[in-house]
């Protein structure tokens, strides 16, 4: 994981506004939140390539997730003095599924962090007006990716582009643009593989969009995430077969249902603050139909509910890590259980 010279551009920090990044005089504390899981690894890519942590970086580097472990076993780390290196670097991902008391659980270490280490939370949200928020305010650094409006995805395809040495011309980016409910990470995966196909072109055309995503395969995606919104379990599992059948990875299918259920809670979230169809499209940036299938879906199930299909989800997506060949199995059995209301 040991970095290169440390002359990284404020362009290669994936958006974070932290030069030392770049060098070996970082901060002790740091937390990263965002709702699109691509700009949330690019960012932790950062931390994990600086050049703070290049010396044994398998030894002084741990990577952790809040839904599978306590916060007693972060701090350990965090405590821990590095072997054969300057720092450690502890990044503790999904803080946002952690019950207040165990947030609390690591407030007295923000009052007082170890110096030879780097411990940065990440997540999903990061509610200000909590102890622990205000505690890694005072203490850190803390910065919160926005979600993209949809006339910023563009611009942000073409620099994805860029950076692959291809110019993404207008009506490409354009027409990708509408594909905004992919997420940027499978909109980042499909520049790829534009790019790979075009060769030594310099452009990606809106033809070469054509060919290499396909009007079927489009429809699979759209039809099957609007399908589980709409609890319709039979189109629900027909689209999944077709983009099964299409060589879709179901764990960037499951990036989408993960997307799709933070959207239906975050709608819940507005409906019980006493919102309309409207305060939802605002707060969500959806066009309407999506919008008015999200509220129908989101006035049928409890805030409670949907975070306990959001559990569910995340449970899916450890069984395909750790049962490899069994994925469409672990898929469908979760379509079934997301679709019954």
Not at 13 to 21: F, H, N, R, T, V
Not at 115 to 125: H, N, R
Not at 214 to 229: E, K, P, V
Request: net charge neutral; with cysteine.
């Amino acid at each position: 994981m040991a970095s290169g010279p440390a002359d990284k551009k404020p362009a290669d920090l994936a958006g974070l506004p932290w030069p030392e990044l770049a060098g070996d005089k970082l901060g002790p504390l740091y937390g990263v939140f965002g709702e699109e899981d691509f700009l949330l690894n690019q960012a932790l890519e950062v931390f994990m390539t600086a050049p703070a942590f290049s010396q044994n970086p398998s030894l002084n580097v741990e990577r952790f997730h809040a839904s599978d472990t306590l916060p007693g076993r972060v701090l350990e780390s965090a405590r821990t003095l590095p072997f054969l290196g300057a720092r450690r670097l502890v990044i503790i991902q999904e803080t946002d599924f952690y019950k207040t008391a165990q947030l609390n659980e690591f407030t007295p270490y923000l009052d007082d962090p170890a110096p030879s280490a780097c411990l940065v939370f990440a997540g999903a949200k990061l509610n200000m007006t909590t102890r622990f928020a205000k505690a890694l305010s005072k203490a850190g650094k803390v910065h919160v990716f926005k979600r993209m409006y949809p006339r910023e995805l563009a611009p942000w395809l073409g620099q994805r582009a860029q950076a692959r040495g291809k110019k993404l011309e207008g009506p490409a980016a354009a027409h990708l643009a509408e594909l905004a409910g992919l997420g940027l990470g499978a909109l980042d995966s499909e520049l790829e593989k534009l790019s790979l196909y075009v060769g030594k072109k310099p452009s990606i055309g809106q033809e070469d969009v054509r060919q290499v995503m396909g009007r079927g395969r489009l429809y699979g995606i759209f039809d099957f995430t609007d399908a589980l919104a709409a609890g319709e379990l039979a189109r629900a599992l027909t689209a999944y077969d077709q983009l099964d059948s299409l060589g879709e990875p179901a764990v960037k299918v499951l990036a989408m249902v993960t997307r799709l259920f933070r959207q239906l809670l975050e709608a819940r979230t507005v409906l019980d603050a006493g919102g309309g169809p409207g305060e939802v499209q605002r707060t969500l940036r959806t066009p309407p139909s999506a919008t008015k299938t999200l509220t129908q879906r989101a006035s049928q199930e409890s805030a409670g509910r949907l975070s306990d299909r959001l559990e569910d989800i995340l449970k899916a997506d450890v069984a395909l890590k750790s049962s490899p060949g069994a994925d469409r199995v672990i898929m469908e059995r979760l379509i079934m259980d997301l679709c019954a209301l």
